[in-house]
C-alpha cells in the first residue's frame, strides 16, 4: 500500500545548524514526492516537488529510489524557518491524489 | 478568484448537529480535494472531484461524511451528527488536472464539536 512516514513529529535544532527532515515512502510505482510547509497561521503551501530538482529558500530533496526517501535538508537553519514540514506522495492509480506524511514540526532556537 | 477561498474560517457546533463546510477553487481548477488536519494526524486525504468523472470518496471516515460538486466549481462538505472526534481543520485544496504542480489550498475551516 501507498504510504508516506515521516518518523519525527519535532526536530528541534539552533540558528546555523544543518536540519535534515526524513521521509520515507511506500508505493509500486514511479514515485512523484512533494514538500509542504505550513508556517504559523499561514496556509499550507508547496515547498518543493522532486521532478524540478529545485533549492527553494536553501532546502533541497534528493529522490533516493533505493531507500525510498526523500529527505530534506539544508545546511545553515533560520529562525524564520520554524514551520511545519509535511512530505506528500502523489498517488496516481487511477485518481491523481497526494498522500501526505504526518508531519514534523521544525523548531529553529536562536 | 485569487485563491482558494473556505468558509467558514471557524465553527463551533454542538454534538449532534450538523455542518456545511465550503471551498471556492481557483478558477479553472479542474480538480478539488479535501483533507481533515488533525494534530498529530497529519493530512487525511477524504474525497477527490476530477471534471466530470466519478468523486473518489475512498477516505471519508463514515457515512456521516458527504461532499458535493456543483457546475464543477464550488464544493461542499457536509458532515451529519457531528461528533466530537470530527474537530480537526478541513482543508480544501484545488489543481489543474495534471498533478505536476502541486495543489493549492485554503486557509481551512477549524471545526470544534462540543
Known amino acids: 500500500a501507498q504510504r508516506v512516514t515521516q518518523p519525527e513529529k519535532l526536530l528541534s535544532v539552533f540558528k546555523g545548524a544543518p536540519v535534515e527532515l526524513k521521509c520515507n515512502y511506500s508505493?509500486?510505482?514511479?514515485?512523484?514526492l512533494f514538500w509542504y510547509v505550513q508556517y504559523s497561521r499561514q496556509r499550507l503551501q508547496l515547498l518543493l516537488r522532486?521532478?524540478s530538482r529545485e533549492s527553494i529558500k536553501g532546502f533541497t530533496a534528493d529522490l533516493n529510489k533505493g531507500e525510498t526517501s526523500f529527505h530534506l535538508k539544508k545546511p545553515f537553519a533560520q529562525e524564520e524557518d520554524s514551520a511545519m514540514y509535511y512530505c506528500?506522495?502523489?498517488?496516481?492509480?487511477?485518481?491523481?491524489?497526494?498522500?501526505f506524511g504526518a508531519g514534523t514540526r521544525l523548531a529553529v532556537h536562536p | 478568484g485569487a485563491g482558494v477561498s473556505q468558509s467558514p474560517s471557524n465553527k463551533v457546533t454542538e454534538k449532534g448537529k450538523d455542518v456545511e463546510l465550503r471551498c471556492d477553487p481557483i478558477?479553472?481548477?479542474?480538480?478539488l480535494y479535501w483533507y481533515r488536519q488533525s494534530l498529530g494526524q497529519g493530512l487525511e486525504f477524504l474525497i477527490y472531484?476530477?471534471?466530470?468523472?466519478?468523486?473518489?470518496k475512498s477516505g471519508l471516515p463514515s457515512d456521516r461524511f458527504s461532499a458535493e460538486r456543483t457546475g464543477g466549481s464550488v464544493s461542499t462538505l457536509t458532515i451529519q451528527r457531528t461528533q466530537q472526534e470530527d474537530s480537526a481543520v478541513y482543508l480544501c485544496?484545488?489543481?489543474?488536472?495534471?498533478?505536476?504542480?502541486?495543489?493549492?489550498f485554503g486557509s481551512g475551516t477549524r471545526l470544534t464539536v462540543v
Open positions: 485544496a484545488s489543481s489543474l488536472a495534471r498533478q505536476g504542480v502541486g495543489y493549492t
Open positions: 508505493y509500486s510505482g514511479s514515485p512523484e
Open positions: 522532486h521532478i
Open positions: 506528500a506522495l502523489l498517488f496516481s492509480g487511477g485518481y491523481n491524489k497526494l498522500i
Open positions: 478558477s479553472g481548477h479542474t480538480a
Open positions: 472531484f476530477q471534471g466530470n468523472s466519478a468523486p473518489d
